[in-house]
């Protein structure tokens, strides 16, 4: 019988050939740590071990091994070391919609805080729509996110407050946290993170400086009052008139959109109905944006005519012309202490935490004092 070089028979083939061939039989298929194993000429277990680093083996052995993790391109299962605990859980944040600036830096601010932990930031957007929440939320919880971190306000109702808890209840069964960062705070002891910011003051601190420049009539864009962001402002700016001694004007608390075009629309309509105002408290900066516009294309100057302030202080305001008064809301600062509570609240395995950040109002050029 004919023996070739390996020391098999004629009809027999080399393993090695044997193992391409089969490689090339089952295409783009990606490796497995079966497919590891052979080619180093270990076992399973051996791969294993040296992948996980929790186990000695030798230095020959383990050269082998990466080796052929190089050669077939071989990818660690991720979602099956997070189910072992070996990789700490990512960090999702979950928002309506990711164009917007300020709820851009709120994701910066998580991202910049997971990475310093050493955790991977997952970044989802909802559209406003609840049941697309839901199948998020549930998402992540199967992704064995660390902290599930829902940002922007919200209608405050019933059904809201019971979406919350169920929501607080399967992460913690879950080993997760939910995280709430400008959303109002769920009653009962459930497993919750919040992280709000000073609305009310924040809104307060603008209208009374505009009552302090002297201005009386002054026309407040804000939003739905229903929405949780938008009723903490309107608060605050309804306590600066009755700080002031001023009297309620329905003509000029007009709700609306957080938009441009919001903000555009509806002082377009004012002027054209012929309300009378001095200066403009805008929502958002977005909806001054819409204000700045409309009031040029009628012709008024800012503040020479009218007077105009934003809130949340995101960074175009000090480059416009003239450049915003806002209220500074710290974005950033936010989406960082959500992370860190978070993290913290699972290793001291408390119930509740409940922060509020300060905002600060950053006084500039769209003001004008009146005689």
Known sequence: MTVNGNGSGAGSEPRTAKRRRKKAADGDRPS????VAVQAGVSVA???????GNYPVSTATRERVMAAVEQLHYVVNVHAKALSGRVPGPIALVLRDITGPSLAHVAAGVEQEAALRGRLSLVCATHGDPEREDALVQLMREQHAAAVVLVGGTVQDEAYFRRMAEYARALDAAGSRLVLVGRPPVPGNLPVTVVDYDNRGGAFQAADHVFVQGHRRVLFLGADPRQSTGMQRREGYLHALRAHGLPYAAE????GDYTRVSGYQR??????????FTAVLAGTDMVALGVLAALRDAGLDVPSDVSVVGFDDVPFAADLVPSLTSVRVPYEDLGRTAVRLALESAERMRGDDHVVLSTQLVIRRSVRALA
Do not use: C, M, N
Not at 46 to 52: C, D, E, K
Not at 252 to 255: A, E, F, G, Q, S
């Open 46 to 52: 051996t791969v294993s071990r040296t992948l996980a």
């Open 32 to 35: 497995t740590i079966r497919d």
């Open 252 to 255: 000029l608390d007009v709700p």
């Open 267 to 276: 002082t377009r309509d004012a002027l054209r109905a012929g309300v009378e």
